[in-house]
């Protein structure tokens, strides 16, 4: 069996095992455990070392740039195609969503098939664009996320110097940022991870190591899907499939991109699952907000967890089937053509779902005129 295809049903059989291992973990209060282990621990020290790890090549400045474009133009312009999803605006679920849909996570789902198709050169390409979508996912949507607490809250008895200030407080007080801040002082002075004392450098690996399974326990243990969810959830994923796809056309199109392994490596990062660095944002804010009802909160975290659960698997298959189709896409207007397909596919349930409502709206007025006409006739 192929390599990367065994590594995809690793990271699947451990949310397997997360699912499992729902009758061992009966309380919240375990599940609190093993994310605040994640957060505090895993999490920063996998930060960390990527940061340490980054090589700047002049030649490929430019793709960190056009990575945080994309997640901004996610951002700003998928609310308009998330009504097609029935989830309604200013509700914990639509924040939740906009927060996750803009992230992406090529470093599990995109890098390990496109090291495997492409080679390690495209790898250094897709790692390079991923430092403009950490600056988004680590930063800017850590800021939006803040910013929609305290609205939510209506902090209105603070100045917005105060607010500022809480915010800065909330910013520097999380091992995350802590370790970014750190991780981007030893950049500029050029320390590599080979510069530390062996003991520091030694317990961030071996605290890295856990990030990825715990994360992928975590996501099992968590998630708990609702019939009505499921399609809501993989209509908004394939709508975010679809205006990716777009967008990659448009681009190739107007940029003139003609070499195809560059069409695929924009395509698959694109494509790569949503990131599980907003929905630590979404946790610190529910940390703050325990004690408030689940309809009054800023966020919906389980629906966040229910997203990063059925994210992953579904762009693992998208990817391995864009990179295994051989030339199918070789221009922009192969991808323009899949993104089309993708926001179809998308928006299928919000069509039956009108179609459905037509149709009883339609049965209701027939039988109304039939009970109308029945009693007219009885009168006369």
Known sequence: MDYT?????????????GLLLKLKFGSKEELTGIKKIILNLALPAT???ALL??????ALLSLPFLALA?????????????????IKRDTPEYRTARLLVPSLAPGLSCFPFVLEFLGEAYLAKAAMADLGNKVFVLIILYLVAMNWYYSKRAITDQSRAAKLKSLTMAMISEPV????VIALILVFFGFKMESLPFFISDTLTRLSVIMTPLVLLFIGLAVKIKKEQI????????????FVGILSGVFILIAKVEVQQDILVLLSFGLSACSFWPFSHIAVVGSQEMDIKKKHKTFNATFGVNILA??????????????????????????????????FVGAVPYLVKQLFKTRKKVGQKKADWVIYKTTRTETT
């Open 231 to 242: 399609y809501k959830i993989f209509s908004l994923l394939f709508l975010r499939a679809g």
């Open 177 to 180: 940022n802590i370790f970014i």
């Open 5 to 17: 295809l065994q590594k995809t049903f690793t990271f699947l059989l451990f949310i397997g095992i």
């Open 53 to 58: 790890g980054v090589q700047i090549d002049a």
């Open 310 to 343: 059925l994210s992953f698997p579904l762009s693992t298959v998208l990817i391995l089937g864009i990179l295994s189709s051989g030339n199918l896409f070789s221009n922009g207007y192969s991808v323009l053509v899949l993104g089309l397909i993708f926001s």
């Open 47 to 49: 930060i960390f070392i």
């Open 70 to 86: 994309l997640n901004i133009l996610l951002f700003l312009l998928f609310p308009y195609l998330m009504l097609l999803t029935g």
